[in-house]
């Protein structure tokens, strides 16, 4: 194993020794929804997706002419909503009437993935990207919005994660294609979706013995620069 482990370290140096390393500026929004075991489904199939941004940096560090490591550092976040929806008959006109509760955690996320490049002929060049995602969770917070013509939000309180005991570190498995161009001899544009499943569960639910994560996916774009 350790004869492995320094092949595997050699064989890395070796490539970022003479790669072009690149870094690159990410920004993309996305979905973000909870997923969970078979004793609380009945309550996640109720719970609606909500709407996600992430920022970023990302390292392309090339191994081979088609295999890269792309490790990274991003701010994200994850969570959920739940709405209660009725009508009421307004001079003849059933108007909806509602209301919504979005419960978001923020992340700072360390991402370490590897980017396969596909063989093409043309200036733009594809590429899969695949590896786990490491994440430690910032802050929390539940905001309640009520809604009938126009929704508006009503009460924002922040969660105390030690409180409730969730488990700030989490880990998640990314999978994701994208492409990539170039604008000069030092400078390259890239656009991403990616999807993420959570393999870590923070969060224990009181009373039901069953625990919660996340999932969710992200379109993004950004821009790199050669560093050497």
């Not at 920022?55 to 739940?82: D, M, Q």
């Not at 923020?106 to 733009?124: G, K, R």
């Amino acid at each position: 194993m350790k004869l492995q482990l320094l092949a595997l370290f050699t064989f890395l140096f070796a490539g970022l020794a003479t790669a072009q390393t690149s870094l690159g500026i990410y920004g993309g929004f996305g979905q973000s929804n909870i997923r969970s075991g078979d004793a609380f489904d009945g309550v996640t199939d109720q719970l609606d997706q909500i709407g996600t941004a992430t920022f970023g940096i990302t390292a392309e560090l090339p191994l081979t002419p088609v295999i890269s490591l792309r490790p990274g550092l991003e701010y994200t976040s994850r969570g959920a909503s739940i709405g209660i929806k009725e009508s009421v008959d307004l001079g003849g006109i059933n108007l909806p009437v509602g209301a919504r509760a979005k419960t978001r955690f923020d992340y700072v996320e360390a991402p370490l993935l590897i980017q396969l490049n596909l063989p093409t002929q043309s200036a733009i060049q594809p590429y899969l990207i695949a590896g786990p995602s490491l994440g430690y969770a910032t802050s929390g917070r539940v905001t309640t919005a009520a809604k009938a013509l126009i929704e508006l939000d009503l009460y924002s309180s922040s969660i105390n994660l030690d409180a409730i005991r969730y488990d700030r570190f989490h880990v998640a498995a990314v999978g994701g294609v994208g492409a990539k161009a170039r604008l000069g001899e030092k400078a390259g544009v890239f656009f991403e979706a990616r999807y993420q499943h959570g393999l870590s569960q923070p969060y224990d639910v009181p009373f039901i013995r069953d625990k919660v994560g996340f999932q969710g996916w992200n379109i993004g774009a950004g821009v790199s620069f050669a560093l050497n």
